[in-house]
């Protein structure tokens, strides 16, 4: 009985607790300014004001200490020790998103499917698929663009037309497709939305090869960057879209040179399409300077990072642009900080046994039911993946969860300028 009154009391303060600790200061400083006024006889009346003044604050200022104490007491033992409901389906989980209001499409894949569909549920439709399993696509700057990339092939989607191409595959090197392995990566927007660069390794028991290629939009051809010498990787569009630059870190020996790297920097002019070394520098670190290429009238267009998205989880996506974060703990729960100082326990995430993982390189319980947490623009929403109920979409600052779709996905992504 005592227990089913204490329980909703403390949440209620724990949902609420910067409110309350907000009214509980504000309540003390104005306390401690009429005290302050009262002792130098501002509010003296009938001469003995003060003295209850004294009386009544000291009082309120030792039950108001109790009383936050008591309450920090009850934060505390709500978001650190009880556990949380796990997370149950119908009884935790709405059935739509339809109360969302956060007016954005949603992409995300299903397998060899990139799917479309707005937060509230409405406007659902495959993009594209693919013969094999999809593994990212990026959104072109403007928006209008998708390059798709499957295991085996690379694909240009337009969304205004709803046209989709091969722009490139895997294919053969020697003997059969079965006996070829490789990996497409790398691909990179220019700002003006009508160029992308790609690479493609590819090795067989009997040979490999590296290229990096520049797929032109307006003339609907496919170039290969000619590298006699050392491999090309992790490429840069400059700002004006008409070239390539590479970054190379050379290791120098610090015993005879004041630095630890030279930064040599080659440019790919996209009409011969052969890097040229323009600059070489001494740099402290094995990053890309962008300072110091600025200096020298190299600018690098870094955006790319903002309009791709893939299997691999985005650094910081538990904490949104806005402020707020999501977290999981030791004990499996999920927490919510809305500011930066309080931890509310959401629910509790359960576990399931992965039949093709021996138990014991697997953790206690096996892997959590609930991955790809991801925020949604604006702050306000996460989505995740559940294992057994599907694409989930929360409201953390209410605990409001609803199935956007019933299957499994993965690779959140959407266009934001």
Not at 211 to 227: A, P
Not at 373 to 391: N, V
Request: proline content about 3%.
């Amino acid at each position: 009985m005592i227990k089913d009154f204490i329980n909703p009391f403390f949440q209620a303060i724990n949902n609420n607790f910067e409110i309350f600790l907000i009214i509980f200061i504000v309540l003390i400083l104005t306390l401690l300014l009429s005290l302050a006024l009262a002792k130098f006889r501002v509010l003296v009346f009938l001469g003995y004001l003060p003295e209850i003044l004294k009386a009544i604050l000291l009082k309120i200022v030792i039950l108001g200490q109790f009383a936050l104490l008591i309450g920090l007491m009850g934060v505390y033992w709500i978001n650190y020790q009880v556990a949380a409901e796990l997370i149950k389906i119908p009884d935790n989980v709405l059935v739509s998103t339809d109360w969302v209001s956060l007016k954005i499409p949603i992409y995300f894949i299903e397998k060899n499917q990139l799917h479309r569909i707005n937060a509230n549920g409405s406007n659902h439709r495959i993009v594209f698929k693919a013969e094999t399993p999809l593994k990212e696509y990026i959104f072109s700057p403007d928006g209008r663009y998708l390059v798709i990339v499957s295991e085996k092939d690379v694909f240009l989607h337009d969304q205004e037309t709803q046209n989709t191409e091969k722009v490139d595959t895997i294919g053969n090197i020697i003997g059969s497709e079965d006996d070829l392995n490789g990996v497409i990566r790398g691909v990179r927007w220019a700002k003006d939305s009508q160029k992308f660069c790609y690479e493609i390794h590819r090795w067989s028991k009997y040979s490999s090869q590296s290229n990096l290629y520049v797929f032109d939009l307006k003339d609907d051809i496919r170039k290969s960057v000619i590298s006699p010498g050392r491999k090309i990787s992790s490429v840069y569009w400059s700002r004006s879209s008409d070239s390539l630059y590479y970054i190379y870190n050379e290791a120098l020996d610090t015993s005879v040179r004041g630095y630890p790297f030279e930064v040599k920097v080659y440019r790919i002019d996209l009409v011969e399409m052969k890097p040229k070394l323009v600059t070489a520098f001494p740099y402290q670190e094995a990053t890309v300077p962008t300072d110091s290429l600025a200096l020298r009238d190299i600018q690098l267009y870094l955006d790319n990072h903002k309009y791709e998205f893939g299997r691999a989880v985005k650094e910081n996506a538990l904490m949104s642009a806005e402020g707020p974060s999501v977290g999981i703990d030791q004990n499996d729960h999920l927490f919510y900080v809305r500011h930066r100082w309080f931890r509310k326990r959401l629910f509790k995430i359960a576990r399931y046994k992965v039949d093709y993982i021996d138990s014991e390189y697997q953790k206690k319980g096996g892997e959590l039911m609930i991955q790809h947490i991801s925020w949604l623009p604006g702050g306000r929403y996460i989505i995740m993946e559940h294992k057994t109920i599907g694409i989930l979409i929360l409201e953390p600052q209410t605990k409001r969860i609803g199935r956007l779709y019933k299957s499994q996905g993965y690779a959140f992504g959407w266009y934001k300028a």
